[in-house]
């Protein structure tokens, strides 16, 4: 997956409050790593990767935790929430909005 294709899916799963981390963690892609997916799971942000690194698995866990306080729609200060049956992270203005829908 490259960084065009991980931001076109986090937009349209969750908003483009997220793809400045995605952004991020393209930049810190350490030479020999690919990245194979990016997702919401859980009102956070993932990222899996091959093959595995210790250091980079490191940071992609602390990208997964500062995206829980990252509203996924606008990229402004957010908290987990459950909404309709599903775990989302929002800022209070976007914490109502119904949660996007892989068509």
Not at 22 to 43: C, H
Request: aromatic content about 10%.
């Amino acid at each position: 997956m490259d960084r065009a294709e991980a931001k076109q899916w986090i937009e349209r799963t969750c908003g483009a409050g997220w793809r400045p981390l995605v952004d991020e963690v393209f930049d810190k892609v350490p030479p020999g790593i690919v990245i194979d997916e990016v997702f919401q799971k859980w009102a956070r942000l993932l990222v899996r990767c091959t093959p595995y690194n210790e250091v980079f698995e490191s940071y992609l866990h602390d990208i997964e935790w500062l995206s829980a306080e990252i509203c996924e729609i606008c990229g402004k200060p957010g908290e987990e929430k459950m909404h309709d049956g599903w775990m989302i992270t929002r800022c209070p203005r976007h914490a109502l909005l119904p949660r996007n829908r892989v068509g």
